[in-house]
């Protein structure tokens, strides 16, 4: 690799606004805000809205749609369409 044209790969911890789950990984990211983690070295911190911590999908903690009240909705909404 060419050096000076490549940004900075470090450690870095994404802290999930959501769960306050907190995960220490590698990324290109800078920030001005720092925690101290568990090895008691401290990184820059990003805070993110939803990680897998949080997300439906991940988590298995999905809201069930009430089905037929929606299809009640669109046919009472189109009963005389195309009539």
Request: glycine share 6%; proline share 4%.
């Amino acid at each position: 690799m060419k050096s000076e044209i490549h940004p900075d790969y470090q450690a870095v911890i994404f802290r999930d606004l959501a769960s306050g789950e907190s995960f220490l990984t590698r990324s290109t990211l800078t920030s001005t805000k720092t925690l101290k983690w568990e090895d008691g070295k401290e990184y820059p911190v990003f805070d993110v809205e939803i990680s897998s911590a949080s997300h439906p999908f991940y988590t298995g903690k999905q809201r069930i749609m009430d089905a037929a009240g929606r299809v009640e909705k669109f046919n009472s909404r189109y009963k005389n369409f195309g009539s």
